[in-house]
């Protein structure tokens, strides 16, 4: 069971590895505009220029592709297991990934980042378990 939701979650990350690289490298690009509903109305107000808003979207997708390519080692770690290394890995940037949406929750609230941040804690509550992180230990 434990390497059913092992494998989940390494899934989890697989998948937001590759959304989080193509979305930065459209908002990098320049092509694509942050979406004002994942902004809080303070942030809109505090960056009302257009060319302000699309230079801060040029670096959060920056931003957002190197998370992807974190989340893709997180994946990397959930998937290979057996080192105390890659648990830490995993373990450290599912702390972050909580964190990082509960500061985009004080903004507008929308399902996207909710689900993250029910996805991210069920992932904390596996790898914390102690069969996970014996797995990890070997």
């Known amino acids: 069971m434990?390497?059913?939701?092992l494998t989940?979650?390494?899934a989890f990350?697989?998948?937001l590895c590759v959304f989080s690289i193509v979305t930065g490298l459209i908002y990098a690009s320049g092509r694509r505009e942050l979406n004002p509903l994942e902004l809080s109305d303070r942030f809109m107000e505090k960056h009302s220029d257009p060319e302000d808003r699309k230079r801060f979207a040029v670096k959060m997708g920056w931003v957002t592709f190197v998370v992807g390519i974190v989340q893709g080692i997180t994946s990397f770690a959930v998937?290979?297991?057996?080192s105390a290394l890659l648990y830490w890995v995993a373990l450290g940037f599912t702390l972050f990934s909580?964190?990082?949406?509960s500061v985009k929750l004080k903004g507008k609230i929308n399902a996207?980042?909710?689900?993250?941040?029910?996805?991210y804690t069920a992932i904390l509550i596996i790898l914390l378990m102690g069969?996970?992180?014996?797995?990890?230990?070997?």
Not at 98 to 101: D, H, K, P, Q, R
Not at 112 to 119: C, R, T
Request: proline share 3%; hydrophobic share 60%; with cysteine.
């Open 2 to 5: 434990m390497d059913l939701l």
């Open 8 to 10: 989940l979650c390494g």
């Open 13 to 15: 990350y697989a998948l």
């Open 79 to 82: 998937f290979r297991r057996h």
């Open 98 to 101: 909580i964190a990082s949406v």
């Open 112 to 119: 996207f980042p909710v689900l993250k941040a029910v996805a």
């Open 131 to 138: 069969s996970a992180r014996a797995q990890f230990f070997g």
